[in-house]
């Protein structure tokens, strides 16, 4: 079964930097990583999730949310079967819970919708303090 776990959630202070990982596992040759789409979410404390980014099977098309567009930069490296997101100039308002995301059987375009994604991580806490 296909598991997705988050790494480098921390707090950090305004204008720094993290990057967070997303390690799969799981996927078989009828389901692979590569033929797959991947994304990042993330939920304020009692707000909705709401997508981040999100990242093409090949990694040559993504999509980012406009809160996050020049600041944030998702990537995957199929090779690890790892996606991750590069966090720049972090503000307060980037305080949540991030998850990654995967989906199944096959992907095209960039899907964005909550929907179009199978599997899912725990989460990883980034604390953006002023």
């Known amino acids: 079964q296909v598991q997705l776990v988050e790494s480098g959630g921390t707090s950090v202070q305004a204008g720094g930097s993290l990057r967070l990982s997303c390690a799969a596992s799981?996927?078989?040759?009828?389901?692979?990583?590569?033929?797959?789409?991947m994304g990042w979410f993330r939920q304020p404390a009692g707000k909705e999730r709401e997508v981040v980014a999100a990242?093409?099977?090949?990694?040559?098309?993504?999509y980012y949310a406009d809160s996050v567009k020049g600041r944030f930069t998702i990537s995957r490296d199929n090779a690890k079967n790892t996606h991750y997101l590069s966090m720049n100039s972090l503000k307060p308002d980037d305080t949540a819970m991030y998850y990654c995301a995967a989906s199944a059987w096959g992907c095209a375009g960039v899907p964005v919708r909550q929907s179009s994604y199978h599997y899912w991580g725990q989460g990883t806490q980034v604390t953006v303090s002023s």
């Open positions: 799981g996927f078989t040759y009828s389901n692979t990583y590569n033929m797959n789409c």
């Open positions: 990242i093409s099977s090949g990694g040559y098309s993504t």
